[in-house]
């Protein structure tokens, strides 16, 4: 490729919120987006994923895995990658500075980590949760220094907060802010379903696909099928995060209250989290057979051989299991919400209203076998799909660098300081000004010491604590 076609190939950044080996759909999701989006050679694809210390890694990475370097980090990821696709990977991986929160639960980005993609490479950035991304930036204008900002909304956080003590109030407050920063920082926004909350600029649209190796074992099983054998030899799994809110109030709710009507069924919950003994603790109480058992890959082979997962969650925008379970040729039983729309289409979908619904569903799901997939059917779980509707909901093929009419402004802080041209740029500066002071930080929620890395992040990704701000007023 010449010089020309490399400078009018599209570039796209992907930044996200997470990184493999913590298996969350922000670390998972936008990988298989990058090596999707770079696999025809049309675009130039740049991973950008968060570096943690040594120390924050230990709090989050599963299995006392760390890493010493970001190099070495890297080699994982991409062997990781490599296991589960059949095409050579052809984009790049950055680091930004990120710490871990543990009040969250989250890694959060410190500095400002659009300074991971310098200037002159700049064009068509995606945000993998942009209020995640942007509650705290304080740097450069996202939409100044890229032609083209995409939010990708993974998480109902608005749901996620309601649980909380005085979760009425925080989520009214947390809707304005996400609202704020998103619109200030994205041209487009993708909900991948109406889970979440409205954005300017929205089009809901699930983006998202599953891990082939998901889609072979779902082939298996078919050809089982096709041959008379019994493909599945198990009864019902629910597989998540081990925290109440990740759908295992809900199960374990209509499991006690079903007790009579479900008395020969027997479930098996697996997963890890802070919630993990409390959760054991109720299913022990329940009359019905539910076990717990730590988390594993949802491709081990000890899940292929169930016939039914269950899922009654409702915080979840599109989840990600339950595609994985589709995939597999299970049956999955779901509540009736609206973050479950695109499972709809599927056969093996069977949805419920109320309790007597979820106990109707659940036993003539084991009572039956799956339906099989249909060609058309396995390809929409794919990330072919998904790559293909990302690409129409975002308008990036009517997009290029040469002819984008997206183009850079004049930086938002000049030496000018031009705050009142219009109100998103007045917007815009409040909350660089906002998120400028440690004390407005905190009381908004950033980590202690977010707004620079410090000297052990600098060391580890090649950064020097001496260079003047990219913060500062005035921009390079």
């Known amino acids: 490729m010449t010089r020309q076609q490399q400078q009018q190939q599209q570039h796209i950044a992907i930044f996200t919120t997470a990184s493999i080996p913590w298996l969350t759909g922000t670390a998972v999701n936008p990988l298989f987006r990058a ?19 040594v120390k924050h890694q230990k709090l989050v990475y599963p299995n006392s895995i760390t890493f010493r370097s970001p190099s070495e980090q890297e080699a994982y990821v991409r062997r990781w990658l490599e296991e589960r696709i059949s095409f050579r990977l052809g984009f790049e991986i950055r680091f930004y500075p990120a710490k871990f929160a543990t009040d969250k639960r989250s890694i959060l980005p410190v500095g400002d980590i659009s300074n991971a993609i310098p200037d002159e490479e700049a064009d068509i950035a995606v945000l993998e949760e942009p209020e995640h991304l942007t509650w705290f930036h304080h740097g450069k204008k996202w939409k100044t220094k890229f032609n083209y900002v995409i939010g990708i909304v993974h998480t109902n956080y608005l749901e996620y907060v309601k649980r909380e003590k005085q979760g009425r109030v925080k989520a009214f407050l947390l809707k304005y802010l996400n609202s704020w920063v998103v619109g200030i920082y994205c041209h487009k926004v993708i909900r991948l379903s ?18 082939p190796k998901f889609l072979e074992i779902g082939l298996r099983k078919l050809e089982q099928q096709k041959l008379q054998e019994q493909p599945f030899t198990k009864g019902a799994y629910y597989i ?56 594993r890959d949802h491709a081990d082979s000890l899940f292929h051989n169930y016939k039914v997962f269950l899922n009654p969650s409702t915080t ?50 084991l009572g039956e076998q799956p339906s099989q997939l249909t060609e058309q059917q396995r390809h929409e779980l794919s990330w072919e799909a998904a ?10 093929s009517r997009l290029s660098r040469a002819d984008s009419n997206l183009s850079k402004r ?67």
């Open 35 to 53: 090596a999707y989006l770079a696999n025809d050679g049309d675009r130039r694809v740049t991973l950008v994923i968060p570096w943690l210390t």
């Open 194 to 211: 109406a889970a979440t909350q409205e954005y300017p600029n929205h089009i809901v649209c699930n983006v998202h696909g599953v891990n």
């Open 240 to 295: 998540g995060k081990m925290v109440w809110s990740k759908g295992y109030k809900e199960l374990l709710k209509l499991l006690e209250k079903h007790q009579k009507e479900l008395a020969e069924l027997e479930v098996n919950l697996y997963g890890d989290g802070e919630d993990s003994e409390e959760i054991k603790e109720a299913a022990r109480k329940l009359d019905l057979k539910v076990n717990v058992y730590p988390g």
């Open 316 to 365: 979840d925008v599109v989840c990600t299991t339950t595609a994985e379970a589709l995939a597999m040729g299970k049956i999955v039983v779901c509540a009736n919400h609206i973050s479950n729309e695109f499972f709809k289409q599927f056969p093996n979908c069977r949805v419920y209203d109320d309790g007597n619904g979820f106990v109707r569903a659940t036993l003539k799901a």
């Open 387 to 396: 790559t293909q509707r990302f690409i129409k909901a975002s308008d990036l």
């Open 410 to 476: 004049s930086a938002f802080a000049s030496s000018s300081i031009s705050v009142g041209k219009n109100l998103e740029d007045m917007s815009a500066y409040i909350h660089f000004l906002a998120s400028g002071f440690e004390t407005s930080r905190r009381a908004f929620g950033a980590i202690p010491g977010s707004l620079q890395p410090d000297e052990e992040l600098c060391k580890d990704l090649g950064l020097s604590p001496m260079t003047p701000s990219p913060n500062s007023l005035k921009e390079d």
